[in-house]
């Protein structure tokens, strides 16, 4: 399963973003493996971010995302494309990527 990790930073050291749709960077992994670092293209700008990022997650493949707060229109999308949100924070990617079963 792909998950995606909001990161304040590109390394798997760096802690989960406290934020969803101007997170900096998202982290995606596959059976706890970094595949892909994406810089979010969304971070800045106007309205929409939130789904923006959730559409560019969604077109990677993404079941999961781990993040902290994420935004009504967000949320309203991922469940509709039945992907999973978890709200973590204070936390390094890594730690949040090893606790996964």
Known sequence: MKIAVASSGKTIDSEVSPISGRA??????????????????????GGGAGI????MLHNEGVKLIISGKMGPKMED???????????????????VINAQA
Do not use: C, M, W
């Open 77 to 95: 999308f991922i469940r509709d494309k039945k992907i999973k949100h978890k709200s973590l924070t204070g936390k390094t990617v890594k730690e």
């Open 52 to 55: 923006g990022v959730a559409q």
């Open 24 to 45: 900096e960077y998202y982290l995606i992994f596959e059976n706890k493996k970094l595949i892909k670092t994406i810089k979010n293209p969304f971070q800045f700008g």
